[in-house]
């Protein structure tokens, strides 16, 4: 569902594990907030530390992909062509940083769940091989 927290959820166990000195990746796939970057992008974080109200996490090396549309529903295919993309990208990385993988993956995504919008999230999840 739309407006109900997702994304404060996620800053909030994000801030949780930076503060007992873990190194998680936040995952943004909700484009029509984009957290990491621009509307309309998807983007991933690697977070080293707890974020402030001002300036948010810290913007270091974000890895970020141009969707160009604020909703999935305009181009199913390319959402999950990027989806797909980051999700290898951001195992590859964590695969090089020990700390990163044993610290996880928050993953924020758009509160689309009815009809295609359940088959986006189930494609999230088999992406990203999401167990937990």
Same mark, same amino acid.
């Given at each position: 569902?739309?407006?109900?927290?997702?994304?404060?959820?996620?800053?909030?166990?994000?801030?949780?594990?930076?503060?007992?000195?873990?190194?998680?990746?936040?995952?943004?796939?909700?484009? /029509?907030?984009?957290?990491?970057?621009?509307?309309?992008? $998807?983007?991933?974080? !690697? =977070?080293? +530390?707890? @974020?402030?109200?001002?300036?948010?996490?810290?913007?270091?090396?974000?890895?970020?992909?141009?969707? /160009?549309?604020?909703?999935?529903?305009?181009?199913?295919? $390319?959402?999950?062509? !990027? =989806?797909? +993309?980051? @999700?290898?990208?951001?195992?590859?990385?964590?695969?090089?940083?020990?700390?990163?993988?044993?610290? /996880?993956?928050?993953?924020?995504?758009?509160?689309?769940?009815?009809?295609?919008?359940?088959?986006?999230?189930?494609?999230?999840?088999?992406?990203?091989?999401?167990?937990?």
């Amino acid at each position: 569902p739309t407006d109900v927290g997702k994304s404060t959820v996620c800053r909030i166990l994000l801030n949780y594990a930076v503060r007992m000195g873990r190194r998680p990746v936040y995952v943004d796939l909700d484009v /029509g907030q984009g957290s990491i970057s621009v509307p309309g992008s $998807l983007g991933a974080l !690697l =977070v080293e +530390r707890h @974020a402030s109200i001002e300036e948010g996490f810290s913007q270091n090396s974000p890895l970020v992909y141009h969707y /160009g549309h604020t909703t999935p529903v305009h181009n199913l295919v $390319l959402y999950n062509q !990027l =989806v797909s +993309r980051i @999700a290898d990208v951001v195992r590859s990385r964590l695969a090089a940083n020990k700390k990163a993988e044993a610290s /996880g993956v928050v993953i924020n995504t758009c509160g689309w769940v009815r009809g295609e919008g359940y088959n986006q999230i189930k494609h999230i999840a088999q992406a990203f091989e999401v167990d937990v």
